[in-house]
């Protein structure tokens, strides 16, 4: 008896043993694969936020924020603006990744999160039909009048995105959306006032000049796709020069436009200006162009916050 007892518990203890060695195996797979969805969960997060061109889309959507407290929105109102411009560029360029999908596994784009395989193209389209979605109630918040010329803008733009990109008026989708951003901000003010014609001209040249200071890293590339927009027909010398020009107007109109005498800061912005966007010249195919369009644009907000604020 003593002796068949003695079996009996160890074979309890045997099984009691493997039944906590397959707990144990079976919790550290749980882990695993815990850890693993989070890592894939991060990664396509990641890739996401890369995929809706985070540089231009944050610019803008300061610029906005920043015209619509010179303007005179009190922080709801500030909040509003930002957070419809933010949805609308967040839709965009989740749209112009998703649509580009294919001519950017032609070339070889492994920067891009969609060809590098970190996100998913339905994860992307459907980030921008949701941020567009969100775009509408929150722009319409800022004013019936105002969310509607907001949204003509976005309109614009995916439609760069889906048709225009690959034609002659390539660029107007962007002079457009880019000139009605100062009317979303000043239609939603009480009585709903139009911007002063040279503050829209400004930001319609700067619109503009960014569509062709963008598009010159990737004019090969473009043609051997079958996208020829304004910049891929012009050549990227002929475009950068025409960028510069843009620019310039840009700052021109701003510096020129509002009544009274031009401030030591309007005339040194367009010196600047001029010496920054010759120099980028030089360098046509490179980011550095669009890069100087950012930063020019950036010293422009600087100069608008004075001519505007109440």
């Known amino acids: 008896m003593p002796e068949r ?21 079976s919790a550290g797979g749980a ?36 015209l619509a407290v010179a303007a005179g929105h009190g922080p709801p109102g500030v909040a509003l603006v930002a957070g419809a411009v933010a949805a609308g560029q967040l839709s965009v360029g989740w749209c112009n990744d998703r649509t ?7 070339t070889g784009r492994r920067d891009k999160p ?6 998913s193209p339905a994860a992307v389209a459907w980030a921008a039909a949701l941020a567009l979605l969100l775009c509408v109630p929150l722009s319409l918040a800022v004013g019936a009048f105002a969310g509607a010329v907001h949204l003509v803008g976005v309109t614009a733009a995916w439609g760069y995105n889906l048709r225009l990109k690959r034609t002659v008026v390539s660029w107007a989708p962007y002079a457009l959306a880019f000139g009605l951003l100062p009317a979303f901000v000043t239609l939603g003010l009480p009585g709903a006032p139009w911007p002063p014609p040279w503050l829209m001209a400004a930001a319609a040249l700067l619109g503009a000049g960014a569509h062709f200071a963008n598009v010159l890293p990737d004019i090969d590339d473009d043609l051997a796709t079958g996208v020829a927009g304004l910049p891929q027909r012009l050549g990227a010398r002929r475009s950068a020069a025409l960028a510069g020009l843009l620019v310039l107007g840009s ?23 001029a010496t920054a966007l ?33």
């Open 114 to 119: 969609l060809v590098a395989g970190t996100v």
């Open 5 to 25: 007892t003695t079996q009996i518990a160890d074979s309890a203890d045997s099984a009691d043993s493997a039944a906590s060695a397959a707990s144990a195996a």
């Open 278 to 310: 010759l120099l980028a010249s030089r360098r046509p195919a490179g980011r550095l162009p669009f890069r100087t369009v950012m930063a020019v644009a950036g010293a422009d907000v600087i100069l608008l916050v004075a001519e505007l604020r109440p």
């Open 31 to 66: 882990d695993r694969a815990g850890s693993g969805a989070l890592a894939r969960a991060g990664r396509a997060l990641a890739g996401l936020s890369a995929a809706c061109h985070p540089l231009p889309a944050a610019a803008v959507t300061l610029f906005s924020a920043v």
């Open 100 to 106: 580009d999908l294919r001519r950017d596994l032609a």
């Open 251 to 273: 700052a021109a109109a701003l510096v020129a436009g509002p009544p009274g005498r031009v401030t030591a800061y309007g005339w040194a912005l367009l010196c600047a200006t």
